[in-house]
């Protein structure tokens, strides 16, 4: 699947029309078209495109089947990933060492 059909797959999937992505993002309706049908969005486009759509930028290249089946994670961990994504990087670091921290905890419990 190339990155056109991608787009449309995830637009299709959250009912957001081209439209609608131009208002929610800022980006003119034109430039939206272009990103549909002939050029790759730049890294910004992306990110903005994967804010709207509630998705990592990882998500914008590869359906949540073809992550799990490559990198081997479990779903809950894709709905970790996700959920990290979605905050400022100060958060995003204080909450991997909180996770780490409650892993670590877990993981002295258990061995006992």
Same mark, same amino acid.
């Given at each position: 699947?190339?990155?056109?059909?991608?787009?449309?797959?995830?637009? =299709?999937?959250?009912?957001?029309? %081209?439209?609608?992505?131009?208002?929610?993002?800022?980006?003119?309706? %034109?430039?939206?078209?272009?990103?549909?049908?002939?050029?790759?969005?730049?890294?910004?486009?992306?990110?903005?495109?994967?804010?709207?759509?509630?998705?990592? &930028? $990882?998500? $914008? $290249?590869? =359906?949540? =089947?073809?992550?799990?089946? &490559?990198?081997?994670?479990?779903?809950?961990?894709?709905?970790?990933?996700?959920?990290?994504?979605?905050?400022?990087?100060?958060?995003?670091?204080?909450?991997?060492?909180?996770?780490?921290?409650?892993?670590?905890?877990?993981?002295?419990? &258990?061995?006992?």
């Amino acid at each position: 699947m190339d990155y056109t059909e991608r787009m449309k797959q995830l637009l =299709d999937e959250k009912g957001i029309t %081209q439209g609608k992505l131009a208002k929610l993002t800022g980006v003119k309706q %034109q430039t939206i078209s272009t990103w549909m049908t002939k050029r790759y969005p730049n890294l910004k486009g992306i990110e903005k495109i994967c804010g709207v759509l509630g998705i990592g &930028v $990882f998500e $914008f $290249f590869m =359906d949540k =089947d073809a992550i799990l089946k &490559v990198y081997g994670v479990t779903p809950e961990s894709l709905d970790i990933a996700r959920g990290l994504d979605s905050l400022t990087p100060e958060l995003k670091e204080r909450a991997i060492d909180l996770i780490n921290q409650q892993l670590s905890l877990f993981l002295e419990k &258990v061995s006992k």
